[in-house]
């Protein structure tokens, strides 16, 4: 029968150049963001966080936006590595334990 | 520091018979959570515990999965019968929520059933 699954948005970059990787959410009450890079064959493993009383906030060439009137995030990674290929994934919450997680755009870097 | 602990990481098995996946959790995080990811829905959460007590098992897909967290070292999760539509990649993630509530994922297992 047909396969079907979810269709990831797919981000092709040459090494060596800035990526950026968007995020849309839909809970106006979300507080916490967080984004998250998996690996093939590996667990999700934590990039870096914002909360909402942030807009920006980086960390080592990564920086993460977040624009709570259009409920939309964004990861910039500067100077795109191999070692950077993934799934990235962005994940919310508005308090709790409870993370939600988008579906995940596929970062890919092309030597 | 060891990371969240999975165990096995790859189980292959007949439809039917029972799965019993494993967690160790990082020394000092109160609340564990059990996800499962797939192809077809991405990355679902199936239960949560909060200081050994399950807090939010919505996610579970029906009764033939179940989880425990006997002690705050260890939890499993349990599937009885197992179908072929039950594999899929399960991870186990663990927070210390006074932290914040960020979670750190274990490697995962990953589940086969014939």
């Known amino acids: 029968g047909e396969s079907v699954g979810l269709h990831l948005p797919t981000l092709s970059v040459q090494e060596g150049d800035n990526s950026i990787i968007n995020c849309a959410y839909s809970?106006?009450?979300?507080?916490?963001f967080i984004w998250y890079k998996q690996e093939s064959g590996k667990g999700p493993q934590f990039i870096i966080d914002?909360?909402?009383?942030?807009d920006k906030r980086q960390g080592q060439r990564v920086t993460v936006l977040l624009n709570k009137t259009v409920k939309h995030l964004s990861l910039q990674i500067a100077a795109t590595q191999p070692g950077d290929s993934a799934v990235y994934f962005c994940?919310?919450?508005?308090?709790?334990?409870?993370?939600?997680f988008g579906a995940g755009t596929i970062l890919r870097v092309k030597s | 520091d060891a990371g969240v602990i999975q165990s096995p990481r790859h189980e292959v098995t007949e439809m039917g018979q029972e799965v019993t996946l494993r967690c160790k959790p990082i020394?000092?995080?109160?609340?564990l959570f059990w996800y499962r990811q797939t192809m077809m829905r991405g990355l679902e959460l199936l239960i949560y515990?909060?200081?050994?007590?399950?807090?939010?098992d919505s996610g579970m897909p029906e009764d033939r999965f179940s989880a425990k967290m006997p002690n705050a070292s260890f939890s499993t999760l349990k599937i009885q019968p197992s179908e072929p539509r039950d594999s899929a990649v399960y991870f186990c993630?663990?927070?210390?929520?006074?932290?914040?509530?960020?979670?750190?994922f274990g490697p995962g297992t990953r589940l086969t059933v014939l």
């Open positions: 515990f909060n200081n050994n007590v399950p807090i939010d």
């Open positions: 994940a919310e919450t508005s308090g709790g334990n409870k993370l939600v």
């Open positions: 914002i909360r909402s009383n942030m």
């Open positions: 809970n106006s009450a979300s507080d916490y």
């Open positions: 993630a663990s927070s210390f929520p006074t932290g914040g509530d960020t979670q750190y």
């Open positions: 020394s000092g995080h109160n609340s």
